[in-house]
């Protein structure tokens, strides 16, 4: 029998599945300061809290932006909003994630993005970009 092989969206979307009654804040925060024993988890379980905090604040876009070891990770919501930070090892990660499961190879690249949640569905704007030590992942979200 053949192992069926999970993807990176199908991935995040169980990611923002399992911790869809947490506090999001909370569990960014725990994440901080120590070492990641597996990346590839954290990287996603990172990027599903951060896109469902920004999600249950209304924000109009969700930032990552990385120069060399600086990190920023910031929602838009009327003002900003800096969230807690990983290691810089599972930033990179995000930004290879979603690079792969948008299927952007290049600099930069724009796409939507829709991430089905128990509740329906939420389509976002996602925008990728890098240059020399600088990347940044920005994704906007509908406003109602």
Known sequence: MEKIRLNYHLKLQEMCDCY???????????????????????????????????????????????????????????????????????????????????HIEEDKGEMEFSLGLRSGEVNVMVKVAREGDKQSLKIKFPQQ
């Open 20 to 102: 869809m009654e947490t506090d999001f804040l909370a569990a960014m925060q725990s994440m901080t300061g120590g070492e990641s024993k597996d990346l590839q988890e954290d990287a996603i379980k990172y990027l599903a809290l951060t896109i469902m905090y920004a999600i249950t604040q209304k924000a109009e876009k969700l930032s990552f932006k990385k120069r060399g070891d600086e990190l920023k990770v910031t929602i838009k919501n009327g003002s900003k909003e800096k969230l807690p930070l990983p290691v810089v090892a599972i930033v990179d990660k995000v930004f290879e994630i979603m690079r792969t499961i948008l």
